[in-house]
């Protein structure tokens, strides 16, 4: 399993860590109290107790990649962040983008993070959304690919969503009523997903 593992080094030492998370409304973490990026920091303090740990939330409700593009810069790379979370998928698939247009511009952000300096990189996949899940396969799949592509983890949300409903959870207790946002059961899980890589 590929880490990021220069993040996990500085969170061992007990030095001051940044993580900035790019995304649309679940990674701003839409209508709860608790999103997947609380979570995270709770489940990486108690691993990582000495750490001095900073999460940069910027995550806007029907933001596509392109958009994270446009704002990488200054939404992120400000900060000088030691690890960028990458999560987008649903939005560029329901509003109309390509699985190749989305491709293009996930390796564009890769890129300009890597050129800008040596933050580790994790792509996140957003959640399983049950009979629509088809919809937005391929966008995963890209995601996946780029991983391999470019040496990079990839914490597969919908996968372990996917898994957990497999075993019995009601996938109703995981989103709210929109059927696609979650709640923070949901939120729990996406960060279940992601703190493995750590």
């Known amino acids: 399993m590929v880490r990021p593992q220069r993040t996990i080094e500085k969170l061992q030492r007990g030095g001051k860590v940044v993580i900035a998370a790019l995304g649309d409304s679940l990674t701003q973490g839409w209508m709860v109290r608790c999103g997947y990026i609380d979570f995270l920091k709770e489940m990486l303090k108690g691993r990582y107790p000495a750490s001095d740990l900073t999460i940069v939330r910027k995550g806007i409700p029907g933001d596509t990649a392109d958009n994270g593009l446009y704002r990488l810069r200054y939404d992120i ?35 300009e993070i890597q050129a800008d300096g040596d933050a580790d990189i994790v792509l996140v996949t957003s959640s399983y959304i049950g009979d629509n899940a088809e919809i937005i396969d391929e966008f995963y799949r890209q995601l996946e690919e780029i991983g391999t592509l470019f040496g990079l983890p990839v914490a597969m949300v919908h996968e372990y969503w996917k898994k957990k409903i497999d075993e019995g959870v009601d996938y109703g207790t995981l989103v709210q009523y929109d059927m696609v946002h979650p709640t923070e059961d949901g939120y729990r899980f996406m960060a279940e997903a992601l703190v493995a890589l750590f």
């Open 77 to 111: 790379l400000e900060y000088n962040p030691d690890c960028v979370l990458i999560q987008y998928a649903i939005n560029d698939a329901f509003m109309g983008y390509t699985s190749r247009q989305f491709r293009s511009t996930i390796q564009e952000i890769i890129e």
